[in-house]
Structures are given as C-alpha cells and as structure tokens.
C-alpha cells in the first residue's frame, strides 16, 4: 500500500475516534468491558483532541514525497499505534478489558504494520 493511502485511511479512523471521544465518550470504554463513569468520560472527552494531530500531519503528509522526514512522520504514528495496541493487551491480562480489545489491539497492530510498511516504498 503506498503511503498516501494508508494516511489517508489513518485519518478515517483518528476522525471517527475524535467524533466518538468527543460526542458520546460514554460509548467507548463499554465496548471493552469497561464500567464507565463521569471521570472516565471527562478523561475520554479531553483525549479527543489528540486525535487531531495525527489527522492533521498524516493528511498533511500523505501526498508528501518519499523522504526522511515522511518516513519519520511513517515510524513514529507506527509507534504510537503499537503502543496503544500493547496497552490493550497489557489490560486483557490483567482483566480489566474484554477480549474485544485484543480486535482493536489487532487493528492498532495492523495500522502499525502498514505505516512501516509504507517506509519501504
């Protein structure tokens, strides 16, 4: 998948989480078996705007051509969503989460791989 795509797909989904922390942030930790409460939907409301700036650089960057600054743009949102994705497993096993987060932990891992795998093109 070329760079370009895989951004703008990145966008998509850092958009529809934006949406869902800010809206109806109560409709999100339920999906992993969390209880949720007016602490955690604050702390959900005030993450979503870290969705913005994935959103803004990757669709920034996405029609960049290929260069050291693009590929660390690729290497460090690939971080980012690795990390998310250890953190949901790390919470299945401890069961705090559902094994639902192991799909999402699955995504965050695939969106990973196809940022790192854009590095290559």
Same mark, same amino acid.
């Given at each position: 998948?070329?760079?370009?795509? /895989?951004?703008?797909?990145? /966008? ?84 705090? +989460? ?6 999402? +932990? +699955? ?15």
């Amino acid at each position: 998948m070329t760079f370009q795509l /895989v951004a703008r797909l990145v /966008v998509l989904v850092c958009a529809v989480l934006f949406v869902i922390f800010l809206i109806a942030p109560q409709a999100y930790s339920p999906l992993y078996g969390v209880e949720t409460n007016q602490s955690a939907q604050f702390m959900t409301r005030r993450a979503a705007p870290m969705f913005l700036a994935p959103m803004i650089i990757l669709w920034a960057a996405s029609s960049a051509p290929r260069n050291g600054l693009r590929d660390a743009i690729a290497f460090g949102f690939a971080a980012l969503f690795a990390g998310v994705g250890v953190t949901g497993v790390m919470a299945w096993m401890q069961g705090v +989460a559902s094994p639902m987060t192991l799909l999402a +932990a +699955a995504g965050e891992a695939l969106i990973a791989a196809l940022l790192l795998g854009t590095r290559k093109n």
